[in-house]
Structure formats: C-alpha cells, structure tokens
C-alpha cells in the first residue's frame, strides 16, 4: 500500500477513535448528570412559575395610565328588564354631550370594580348598597388601547337621580331591544408610520416588507327605540339624592329628546353586552 494511503487509514483510524471516546464521554457526563439536570428543570419550573404569578399579581395591582371602568346598570321599568345610560353634560371637556354608561379612570389603589361602583355613586346619586354587581364583561380596548373594564351590575330602587355636574340626562333601553339589534359597524384602516430611524434591515425584505393591514371597528346604533325611557329632570339635578317628579316616565323617541347617536365605545360595550347573554339566556326570559 502506498504510503500516502497508509497514512490516511492511520488518520481515519485515530479520528474514529477520537470520536468514540468523546460520546463516551459525553455520554457518562449526561448520566452522571440526569439527576442533577431534573433537579435544575425543577428548579427552573418553579422559579417560572414563581416569577409569572408575581407578573399577573403586579398586573392586578397596577393598570396603563388612562384605564377607565364602567357600571351597565340593569333595573326594572314597568315589570320590564332595561339597562340605564347617561348622556355625559355639555360642558365636560372630554366627550360633551355624547351616551355613556357611569364610569370614569381608575384612581390609585382602586380595583376597576370599585372605580365602576364609586363613579356609578357619584353620577347617579345613589347608595352604594343599592348596587349589585353581578358579571362583568371580557375587558374591551377603548381610544389609544388603553383598557376599558366593564361591570354588569342591578341598580335596586333607583329613583331618577343624578349629578348636573357630570350628567345632563339619563334614559333606558329594553334588553329586549338590546338583544333583538345588532349595531352598524365600520372600519377604521390604522395608518403606519415608522420612525426615521426603523431599523429596516433587520426585516426579510427591508421597505418592501408585507405588513398586515390593521383596522378598528366603530360601532352605531344609528336609530334607537321608540320605547326609550327617559328620565324627567330632577328639580334639583345638582344635588345628589333628589329624586326626579316623575321618575318613571316613558317618552317617544321624538325630536324634542334630542338625544344623540348611541355610538364607539359605549356602543362595543352594549353589543359585548348582548353576545354574552344571548350565549348564555338560551330560552330563558328576564322579567
């Protein structure tokens, strides 16, 4: 055999060898170690699981800033099952004039329960045990994504009461009505505008990349009920526990209301609000 032939069946001979040894090795290390490793996967699990419940708790205890929680109040109008909605008073600075279920920002320290329930007090004039929360919707993204939690809630022995300050008036709707319609929807297309510094070249593609287009829907009740109630206004609107001369009373749904458009996020909440109990009434009626 040629030499240069000898010393290639030498090499291959020593490099198999060197080969062997190594898994050899690597595998007297990996069975030495098979306890340890369990316990270091152990070890890893618990502090995972550790680490994720303390992210969920901070969670809990802190919410983005502009986070806001409403109250759906449910009451009883001539033996009739109708949720309660405010139109928001003319000289507030953020949405005058616009339908709005009681609700307001989460203040420090406050559960987005106890926001629905202290802000649902104020506007309404009522007794917090008049209130009985009963539910509450999935959470809902409001204007600038910031989370909306909503609370399904019974207004007992409601009265027609609620503050000028904050509230100009407040009406009914039959959940009847609310189940039997859906709203209008339209879509939003989100425009995208990357910074001048987008780091481009780190994207399959750079500029040309194919993103996906975004949109945000806008929900309308364009036409609400003709049998609205609409509570007449209390002698004394400003001044919380006065009640309303006829608290009871059920107008036409005419020009002389002047109520406006049932729409964005009040109108995505009353619609969250019939898809879960349409889901869950199956045949059943509230009366």
């Known amino acids: 055999m040629p030499a240069h032939k000898v010393l290639r069946h030498v090499w291959k001979t020593e490099r198999n060898c060197m080969e062997n040894r190594d898994l050899a090795a690597a595998a007297a290390e990996n069975n030495a170690g098979a306890d340890s490793a369990a316990a270091g996967g152990s070890f890893c699990a618990d502090a995972l699981r550790s680490w994720i419940k303390e992210a969920h708790e901070k969670k809990n205890r802190s919410y983005p800033k502009g986070?806001?929680?409403?109250?759906?109040?449910?009451?009883?109008?001539?033996?009739?099952?109708?949720?309660?909605?405010?139109?928001?008073?003319?000289?507030?600075?953020?949405?005058?004039?616009?339908?709005?279920?009681?609700?307001?920002?989460?203040?420090?320290?406050?559960?987005?329960?106890?926001?629905?329930?202290?802000?649902?007090?104020?506007?309404?004039?009522?007794?917090?045990?008049?209130?009985?929360?009963?539910?509450?919707?999935?959470?809902?993204?409001?204007?600038?994504?910031?989370?909306?939690?909503?609370?399904?809630?019974?207004?007992?022995?409601?009265?027609?009461?609620?503050?000028?300050?904050?509230?100009?008036?407040?009406?009914?709707?039959?959940?009847?009505?609310?189940?039997?319609?859906?709203?209008?929807?339209?879509?939003?297309?989100?425009?995208?505008?990357?910074?001048e510094d987008f780091p481009y070249e780190y994207i399959p593609g750079g500029q040309e990349y194919r993103w996906r287009e975004q949109s945000y829907s806008v929900p309308f009740y364009p036409q609400l009920p003709t049998e609205l109630s609409l509570f007449q206004e209390p002698k004394a609107?400003?001044?919380?526990?006065?009640?309303?001369?006829?608290?009871?009373?059920?107008?036409?749904?005419?020009?002389?209301?002047?109520?406006?458009?049932?729409w964005g996020v009040t109108a995505r909440v009353t619609h969250s609000l019939a898809v879960l109990l349409r889901e869950g009434r199956g045949e059943q009626t509230l009366r």
């Not at 405010?86 to 009681?102: N, T, Y």
């Not at 809902?140 to 989370?147: A, L, Y």
């Not at 001044?239 to 109520?259: F, Q, V």
């Open 67 to 195: 986070s806001s929680a409403v109250l759906i109040p449910f009451l009883i109008r001539d033996g009739v099952c109708h949720v309660l909605y405010e139109v928001r008073a003319a000289k507030l600075l953020s949405q005058p004039g616009e339908i709005c279920f009681p609700g307001g920002r989460i203040e420090k320290g406050e559960s987005p329960m106890e926001t629905a329930v202290r802000e649902a007090t104020e506007e309404l004039c009522v007794d917090r045990d008049r209130i009985e929360i009963v539910g509450a919707l999935d959470d809902t993204i409001g204007p600038g994504t910031i989370p909306l939690f909503s609370y399904i809630g019974v207004l007992h022995d409601y009265e027609g009461t609620w503050s000028a300050s904050e509230v100009d008036r407040v009406f009914t709707l039959p959940l009847d009505w609310i189940l039997q319609n859906d709203p209008d929807v339209y879509k939003i297309k989100l425009a995208r505008q990357m910074p």
């Open 237 to 262: 609107a400003e001044l919380c526990g006065k009640a309303a001369e006829t608290a009871d009373s059920t107008s036409d749904a005419g020009e002389d209301m002047k109520l406006p458009v049932l």
